[in-house]
């Protein structure tokens, strides 16, 4: 099954109250360590930033092909996978921050979730949570359609874009 290379998405831009990109939110205010016991990738999802000020409701937010849009060095800190999948559980359909922490980025291609890496989020006049986009994973073109404007950034790579056509690392690893 050939999985979308343009996806579309309402956007959830993650800034605190004065409208700055919060930067350098580790993988404990993603998914916190308290709820490390959780294996069901269905029950993660709920805890989503439950640990990330501003952002403790956004479970209960969130929407089914949300697309992340992200300040620097997101996803910092330990190799926690629950990071990445709660994500995954609550429909969230890729992320596009300006930077990722080394681990949160393999550990987010390795498992299908398509990471771009842009600097949209410093761009007010660009996007606001609620607007929609289209992006294509594959170029790099991000469409803002709600107000009718565009950027582009790097495409994903191409093994990035096997891995998460596979489905994850594992899928990839046996089509070989």
């Not at 697309?67 to 999948?85: E, K, M, P």
């Not at 991000?142 to 565009?150: D, V």
């Amino acid at each position: 099954m050939t999985k979308p290379i343009i996806l579309k998405g309402r956007a959830v831009v993650i800034r605190d109250k004065q409208g700055v990109p919060i930067d350098d939110i580790d993988t404990d205010m993603i998914f916190h360590n308290k709820y490390l016991h959780i294996t069901d990738i269905n029950k993660m999802g709920q805890y989503s930033f439950d640990n990330l000020e501003g952002w403790m409701d956004f479970a209960k937010k969130a929407q089914k092909d949300d697309i992340l849009i992200l300040g620097a060095n997101f996803g910092s800190g330990s190799s926690r996978q629950q990071a990445v999948d709660c994500f995954t559980a609550l429909g969230v359909i890729a992320l596009i921050a300006k930077s990722y922490g080394a681990i949160y980025k393999r550990n987010a291609i390795n498992a299908g979730m398509p990471l771009l890496q842009s600097d949209i989020i410093d761009n007010k006049d660009f996007i606001e949570t609620g607007d929609k986009l289209e992006v294509n994973l594959e170029t790099g073109l991000i469409k803002n359609l709600t107000k009718q404007k565009e950027h582009k950034d790097e495409g994903m790579s191409t093994v990035q874009m096997d891995i998460y056509q596979a489905g994850s690392l594992f899928e990839y690893a046996k089509s070989l």
